[in-house]
């Protein structure tokens, strides 16, 4: 796992320009609306209950004012449970089939990850590498199809927004894999409007000075900061994993990090950093996100979340430093956010804020107490965060791999009728 002293001059002379582009879309569901969240699910934000409508036609049907040629759409459909995986597979073939005269879609199911396991094993990979069960090996299987599929140019967005700029395509892929004042953009994050079109996050509790607690407004001042630069593409600390760009140079040797359980857009641009590559915002490049109103427990749930990926990822800023080849990554490199999470005073934080906001009536069976959350954040961190460096050397092996795998190319054309 090393960091690239810089692009190589065939990859810098190789351009972008005229390339194929493949916007893909992971679309989450759990259980019916009155079961709700059950005892071993996956953990995602908020799951579209599996008997509802849900919000992916809603996008799809804001992707046909774009104007753009030779682009395509790939679903990643996944479950917080695998009993779902069949009735999922045929609600989205429905909710997409209107849509397949307009675009070129296609689908990535759990049906699709057994086959590419299968070629993983024939290669000589843990075939566990690849999974479905977190955000993270989403995104995972988010540049490894596009990558067999022979796509240059990667364009993430989330079922829970709309496009409401005809010309985004052509933002998304104005800068990527070029230099930008002599800095190779390997990738490009825009920003989330909401409905109302402001890129701020709603602030509470300003009389509480915890870190958590303060989240959204350390995140407004890390916004601030990048809106206060003229220039149009700015270096940043942080991303959001439904507006993202990804250049075939990145994307072939980082991957998303598959023992982080969230944050995993911003742990990609750290992962990306460590390995030399840098993440640009462009402030043209915008989306709505329209997500759904959380309750009490979803957002305790969030919480929770964030204290262990929070643990994970200080965790890895230090063991990085033990791998020679990375490029160091401190802390302060990366304020205001999130940086100011991943500080010394990250535990007592962190204790505080799920002691202040767990909800009276917490189901101990998936949230345990808040001292446990901790130490268990730990243990897992210092667990598997050697792990990941073990993974990320091969990554790259992996991709060179199936660039080349003509079964699994073959299979992946068929299943989606292209």
């Known amino acids: 796992f090393q960091a690239e002293d810089g692009i190589r001059d065939v990859e810098r002379s190789r351009g972008l ?33 599996i008997d509802t409508e849900g919000t992916l036609a809603r996008l799809l049907e804001s992707l046909k004012i774009i104007d753009y040629p030779d ?19 045929a609600k989205i073939a429905e909710i997409i089939a209107p849509f397949k005269q307009h675009f070129s879609i296609n689908c990535f199911s759990a049906n699709s990850l057994g086959l590419l396991r299968e070629r993983l094993s024939h290669h000589g990979f843990n075939s566990k590498l690849v999974d479905l069960n977190n955000y993270s090996t989403v995104r995972n299987c988010q540049l490894i199809v596009p990558h067999i599929m022979g796509s240059d140019v990667i364009v ?38 909401d409905k109302h079109g402001s890129n701020r ?16 407004s350390i995140m407004n001042s890390a916004t601030a900061l990048i809106e206060r630069k003229s220039d149009r593409l ?27 359980t969230r944050g995993e857009d911003i ?18 490049l915008n989306i709505t996100h329209l997500p759904p109103a959380e309750n009490e427990t979803a957002a305790y749930s969030k919480l ?81 965060v050697p792990h990941y460096f073990e993974f990320a050397t091969q990554w790259p092996e992996l991709m060179q791999a199936l660039t080349n795998d003509h079964v699994l190319f073959d299979i992946l054309r068929i299943n989606n009728g292209t």
């Open 17 to 49: 320009g005229d390339v194929y582009k493949r916007q893909v879309i992971p679309t989450y569901w759990g259980w019916e609306k009155d079961k709700g969240r059950q005892p071993g699910d996956a953990i995602y934000d908020h799951p579209t209950p």
């Open 71 to 89: 682009w395509n759409i790939l679903i990643i459909s996944v479950t917080t449970n695998t009993a779902l995986e069949a009735r999922l597979e």
């Open 156 to 193: 993430a967005l989330d079922d829970d927004e709309i496009i409401e700029d005809k010309d985004y395509l052509h933002k998304a892929v104005e800068f990527i894999g070029e230099e930008y004042e002599g800095v190779f953009v390997g990738g490009v994050g825009g920003f989330y409007l």
């Open 201 to 216: 996050v709603p602030e509470c509790c300003p009389d509480i000075h915890n870190k958590f607690i303060r989240k959204a």
């Open 234 to 260: 700015v270096t940043t600390p942080f991303a959001f994993g439904g507006n993202m760009v990804f250049s075939r140079v990145m994307f072939e040797r980082v991957s998303f990090d598959p023992y982080i």
């Open 267 to 284: 742990d990609y641009l750290i992962n990306a950093r460590l390995c030399g590559y840098s993440f640009f915002i462009d402030k043209q």
């Open 304 to 384: 929770c979340q964030d204290v262990i990926r929070f643990i994970y990822e200080r965790e890895k800023l230090k063991e990085a430093q033990r791998h020679p080849g990375l490029v160091r990554v401190m802390p302060e490199d990366l304020d205001p956010y999130p940086g100011l999470f991943l500080r010394e005073d990250l535990i007592q934080h962190a204790l505080e804020a799920l002691r202040l906001q767990r909800p009276s009536n917490t189901d101990r069976r998936l949230f345990p107490p808040p001292e446990q959350i901790v130490a268990d954040a730990v243990k897992h961190a210092q667990q598997f």
